[in-house]
């Protein structure tokens, strides 16, 4: 025995363990999800036989397929949203650049006196019944990127005047395609209750069908619009232009 140890011998009877921790060449033996996999086998050579036992770690992630599938399905609603929220105030944009020559042209009137540009400041419809003045604050209004409240009031306006049915059905066809469809970038903005009114008095246009959606606009460039015009540069310069020509005169 002393002789055997002294030179090296080993029994052939004892087996030596190795742990492979290099790549697996196959998938063996019984896996479980996120856990871990053990593989052993037993090679047998000249000299004894070898046993190797490899034990291989893989975590996989445990990820819920259903909450990951709903959360990225809303955030695809939400992008979507947003990139159509994005198209629609471009396309206003570059709506509120072309209206002048597409829509409407503006009326034709003379050059206010400066007697006319002060009754504008005493009240909101001494404004609107000026031709002069309608287009003044037309401009102040498409400076403020609301200009379609006004087409919208002028487009009533030459409703109300159509006699002919057929090209009633018509103008309050363009006039609903145009200002009330929520799909127009020149959509104005009316509650709920006239937009009701207004799609029930569709079935059958009159010269009147928009009449509640008008005063509604028309409310609001007054309380809302009105005052800044008054208060403008727009304004102001006009005024002050005719007087000045008219002192020098």
């Known amino acids: 025995m002393c002789l055997r140890k ?14 492979y921790t290099g790549p697996v060449p196959g998938e063996r033996g019984g896996e479980a999800m996120g856990g871990g996999r053990t ?39 939400t992008f979507r949203n947003e990139e159509e929220r994005r198209k629609r105030r471009r396309r206003k944009r570059i709506s ?26 005493q009240s909101f419809d001494k404004l609107m019944k000026n031709p002069a003045g309608r287009n003044v ?13 006004m087409l919208f009031w002028l487009a009533c306006e030459d409703l109300k005047q159509e006699m002919n049915k057929n090209a009633i059905e018509e103008k309050a066809r363009s006039i609903y395609e145009d200002y009330i469809s929520i799909l127009s970038p020149k959509e104005v903005s009316l509650d709920a209750r006239v937009r009701e009114v207004i ?5 059958e246009p009159t010269p009147h069908t928009f009449e509640d959606a008008q005063l509604q606009i028309y409310t609001l460039m007054h309380r809302d619009s009105y005052p800044r015009f008054l208060s403008s540069s727009i304004y102001k310069s006009l005024v002050h232009g005719g007087s000045r020509t008219s002192s020098e005169s």
């Open 6 to 19: 002294r030179n090296g011998y080993r029994p052939p009877d004892l087996l030596h363990a190795e742990i």
């Open 39 to 77: 593989e052993t086998s037993a090679l047998s050579g000249t000299g004894g036989g070898r046993a190797i036992t490899t034990t291989h770690n893989s975590q996989r992630p445990n990820a819920c397929c259903f909450c990951w599938c709903c959360c990225c399905s809303c955030s695809c609603v």
């Open 96 to 121: 509120q650049d072309t209206k002048m020559e597409t829509i409407l042209n503006c009326e034709a009137c003379t050059k206010p006196s400066v007697e006319e540009m002060r009754l504008w400041s």
């Open 137 to 149: 604050f037309r401009e102040f209004l498409r400076t403020e990127y609301s200009e379609e409240n």
């Open 199 to 203: 799609n029930k008095k569709m079935q």
